[in-house]
């Protein structure tokens, strides 16, 4: 295999396993945020929902993680990234940290993102490959009929570990 076409891989499956797992961690404390926020302005607060449950919980999750790894490792772009990974536990580790960024019960143990990520910075992961991951994301969740307003706060998530799953 050559070096260029392994290089992709490596970077998508550090973006994945690194970084979305982070950003999964930021929109769920944002998904915290916006519920109280929209609660606020209301007359009569609602029960606090978080972008965990106004998705639809573990299956909305199970569902979004089992499609945007289909659509990743049909991307020529990243594939690379993800050769060699044990991609069933690879999705078990993603349901996870999803879950938990959105306000799910925390049950992610992985490695943060930086770490997770540094290895595919060493391969040539950069911008247009977590460009590509948030592109996979963000068709997912439309795939899915999140609300929009959703999905601009999971990518708003996703977005802010750019710079820890590239190393900046």
Known sequence: MHLETFIPVFILFAVLGLILP???TNIAEKGRNFTQDSEADTAAPAS???VY???GGSAAV???VDIFYRRVLA???VVRFF???DMEKQAVKQKAFLTMVMGGPHNYTGKDMREGHKHLVKM???????DHILMHLRATLAELSVPENLIQTIIGVAESTRDDVLDR
């Open 75 to 77: 991307d020529a772009y």
């Open 83 to 85: 050769e060699g990974v």
């Open 53 to 55: 449950d106004q998705i």
């Open 62 to 64: 199970d569902a979004a």
């Open 124 to 130: 040539g992961l950069d911008g247009t490959h977590f």
């Open 48 to 50: 606090e929902a978080t």
């Open 22 to 24: 982070l950003v999964l």
